[in-house]
């Protein structure tokens, strides 16, 4: 049956899976954003829904100090006796474990685990529970290395152990542990999670190893033609469907001009063979959208996605930046209320930041509030963002010379109010409307006409302008005040629609679309 990849669009970078019976769970890391750690469901491969956060209350983990791509690297989730496990790296702090016997409800305190690297992995066999990360335990040599630890308590039960150093390919990390037909196989990535990025494997007859290359490594990369539709594959996952079949999800990108990508990694799904006692990928090792496997159900379409403000609860979708300050918020009764929050520098968007993942690249983001200024820089608006210094804010302000509707563009230190309209009372309804090299910016005010304000390039908020940039954009709401002010932002809907043929037209009325 013929799917389409990513199965998981937009930034889900480093998937790790697990199944249960003919149940699916996937996870993926969530750097400086909190709730962190999304964890997803599904009963056939290829559509899935996020059913909640394994890291979703503030007690839980400390985000607040974490820089640009920071936070939570690379989570593994694992299935063992009834108990859900998934574990990952705190940037600068350390490598942990949560834990949950049902995962759509909340999860453990984090258990620490007294071992270096990143990337960790938990292998269970007969009981016993078995760690491995890139910690580096020979000066200049990078390493995959093992230890057996307490479950329960993170502590080690036995030697930090070398069990491989990879095919030199660099930046050696995402190790797993498979074992199949009596042998234990090591899959690991190599080449840094840009465009040399490749996944490759060895394999032991002992658990301790002396594990030894495949020499057909790497088993999949598309570093060798930077001109294909998919790049920097790799950073996977092996498993086996309920039907016996053999898979791997892996990130990868889809450049969206030349080699520029603002939607970052995403979630790739690739059927596997095994060949003369190897897992391969079926086919072609170079990931492409167009997939062909074993599949046992069609695959849908993205949805159109609206938020419910009658709820008090936050969808699972939602994220912020680094903690969720509950007095910045408050949901019920139809709307949602942001009180603003101070600029610390003229790049920061504030902790009044309420986002999603932007979904795919064609794709409308609409919104319809009410915000009353009291004071000079009151602010609100649709924030297009990928870190502090890369972010548009279309929204209105306050100034010296009245209520203006404006676009600011921030990239590094190129800052540009791109439009300045005046803008008079009312409802405010703004609409993005997102292609691959675009966002067009529109607005109205009441039930006037639509009209486009401006447009400006995705390629700004792209990693490789960036730089070391491991996240993706996002797409939200903000509110931003530059002393005290007793304004706050009014929000009645928020709606993502994704759009196939192209983005959708602004001929639509906002009625039409709401």
């Not at 019976?21 to 290829?46: A, K, T, W």
């Not at 702090?93 to 690297?117: A, M």
């Not at 936050?314 to 300050?325: A, C, D, V, Y």
Request: overall charge negative; some cysteine; aromatic content about 14%.
């Amino acid at each position: 049956m013929k799917y389409q990849n990513p199965i998981i669009k937009g930034f889900h970078p480093d998937p790790s899976i697990c199944r249960v019976g003919e149940d699916y769970y996937l996870v993926h890391s969530s750097f400086e954003y909190f709730p962190g750690i999304p964890i997803f469901h599904s009963r056939d491969l290829v559509n899935w829904e996020q059913i909640g956060n394994c890291i979703s209350r503030a007690e839980q983990m400390n985000l607040r100090y974490v820089g640009n791509s920071g936070g939570i690297w690379a989570p593994t989730i694992r299935y063992d006796r009834g108990i859900f496990y998934v574990t990952a790296t705190l940037e600068q702090y350390g490598n942990f474990i949560v834990s949950t016997s049902d995962p759509r409800s909340e999860w453990s305190d984090p258990v620490w685990v007294p071992v270096g690297g990143i990337d960790p992995s938990l292998y269970f066999e007969n009981g016993r529970a078995y760690y491995c990360t890139n910690q580096s335990i020979h000066p200049g040599k990078e390493e995959i290395t093992l230890e057996e630890i307490d479950i329960h308590t993170g502590m080690l039960k036995s030697p930090v152990t070398s069990i491989w150093s990879g095919t030199g390919g660099g930046y050696l990390e995402a190790p797993h542990i498979y074992h199949h037909d009596g042998w234990y196989y090591l899959m690991a990535a190599e080449g840094g999670t840009y465009f040399n990025h490749m996944a490759t494997i060895a394999r032991s007859r002992s658990l301790w190893g002396e594990y030894v290359g495949y020499s057909g490594n790497p088993i999949l990369t598309n570093r060798h033609d930077t001109t294909r539709e998919v790049q920097c594959s790799g950073h996977g996952d092996l498993f086996q469907d309920h039907f016996g079949n053999w898979w791997m999800v892996h990130l990868a990108i889809r450049p969206a001009r030349r080699t520029m990508s603002h939607l970052g990694r995403e979630t790739f799904l690739t059927p596997v063979v095994w060949k003369d006692g190897w897992p391969t990928i079926k086919g072609d090792r170079m990931e492409t959208i167009e997939k062909e496997g074993p599949l046992w159900n069609n695959q849908r379409r993205l949805a159109r996605w609206k938020a419910d403000f009658n709820s008090c609860n936050w969808e699972p979708q939602w994220i912020f930046l680094r903690e969720r300050k509950e007095a910045l918020f408050k949901r019920g009764e139809g709307c949602l209320r942001l009180i603003p929050s101070m600029q610390s520098v003229c790049t920061d968007i504030g902790n009044t930041f309420a986002a999603v993942r932007q979904p795919d690249f064609n794709c409308v983001l609409e919104t319809v509030y009410q915000f009353n200024p009291e004071e000079l820089g009151d602010e609100s608006g649709l924030a297009i963002y990928l870190e502090s210094g890369f972010h548009y804010r279309f929204g209105k302000r306050k100034t010296n010379q009245g209520e203006f509707l404006i676009l600011e563009k921030t990239a590094e230190d190129f800052l540009q109010t791109a439009c300045l309209i005046p803008i008079e009372s009312g409802k405010i309804r703004l609409r993005i409307e997102c292609d691959k090299e675009q966002y067009h910016f529109y607005y109205a005010i009441g039930e006037g006409e639509v009209t486009l304000a401006c447009s400006a390039s995705t390629r700004f908020l792209s990693c490789e302008i960036a730089g070391k940039c491991f996240t993706g954009v996002v797409m939200g709401l903000y509110a931003l005040s530059q002393k005290q002010t007793s304004a706050y932002m009014e929000v009645e809907s928020f709606i993502i629609e994704p759009c196939y043929d192209k983005y959708k037209k602004s001929t639509h009325s906002f009625q039409e679309f709401l």
